[in-house]
T-cell receptor
Framework: DAGVTQSPTHLIKTRGQQVTLRCSPK?????VSWYQQALGQGPQFIFQ???????QRGNFPDRFSGHQFPNYSSELNVNALLLGDSALYLC?????????????FGPGTRLTVT | GESVGLHLPTLSVQEGDNSIINCAYS??????FIWYKQESGKGPQFIID?????DKRQGQRVTVLLNKTVKHLSLQIAATQPGDSAVYFC????????????FGPGTRLSVLP
């Protein structure tokens, strides 16, 4: 049973560029949440996708957008990258689109913006 | 402002000793808390949870205590092992943040041989 997978593992981008990160949820899960984790800090909630729609959103600008596909996998897009966007981006999957009492995290994508 | 935080950013304990990791929260409306463990290069892993109508919950070698009076949460790890070395986060469920959690900054636990 595959857990949550994310790609790529590492990524280096230049300021102003755009990036797309990908996530496949744990088998049987239909809800995907994205978090940003800056170095030495706890994860910060970006948004959650369920039934191919953004259901909840944290305090992140519109440069951060996402998508969920019919197979429940998800993408996180960040436009006009800033140096401050450098972080570990975590995807977590859960079931049912409701309170994420039990969510499983992937290993993350390390994004470096230079 | 409201926040979930930790008293100690780092904690070093001898192998075999008990560890206590603390967390303070400020939103008395929070009704659910989770402790996560994050090892290097991995995503956070669920350890144990507790609801606000409980004071204590025990798992395998771990105990979470909740003191609502002082808005304090702690994670106790019995007989700490080298594999327990990681960063530990408490996370608070706040309804006004949508149905997701607010994480604290984390405490790094180092187990000494």
């Amino acid at each position: 049973d595959a857990g949550v997978t994310q790609s790529p593992t590492h990524l280096i981008k230049t300021r102003g560029q755009q990036v797309t990160l990908r996530c496949s949820p744990k088998s049987g899960h239909d809800t995907v949440s994205w978090y940003q984790q800056a170095l030495g800090q706890g994860p910060q909630f970006i948004f959650q996708y369920y039934e191919e729609e953004e259901r909840q959103r944290g305090n992140f600008p519109d440069r951060f957008s996402g998508h969920q596909f019919p197979n429940y996998s998800s993408e996180l897009n960040v436009n006009a990258l800033l140096l401050g966007d450098s972080a570990l981006y975590l995807c977590a999957s859960s079931l049912g689109g409701g309170p994420v009492y039990e969510q499983y995290f992937g290993p993350g994508t390390r994004l470096t913006v230079t | 402002g409201e926040s979930v935080g930790l008293h100690l950013p780092t904690l070093s304990v001898q192998e075999g000793d008990n560890s206590i990791i603390n967390c303070a929260y400020s939103n008395s409306a929070s009704d659910y808390f989770i402790w996560y463990k994050q090892e290097s290069g991995k995503g956070p892993q669920f350890i144990i949870d507790i609801r606000s109508n409980m004071d204590k919950r025990q798992g395998q070698r771990v105990t979470v205590l909740l003191n609502k009076t002082v808005k304090h949460l702690s994670l106790q790890i019995a007989a700490t092992q080298p594999g327990d070395s990681a960063v530990y986060f408490c996370a608070e469920f706040r309804d006004n943040y949508g149905q997701n959690f607010v994480f604290g900054p984390g405490t790094r636990l180092s187990v000494l041989p």
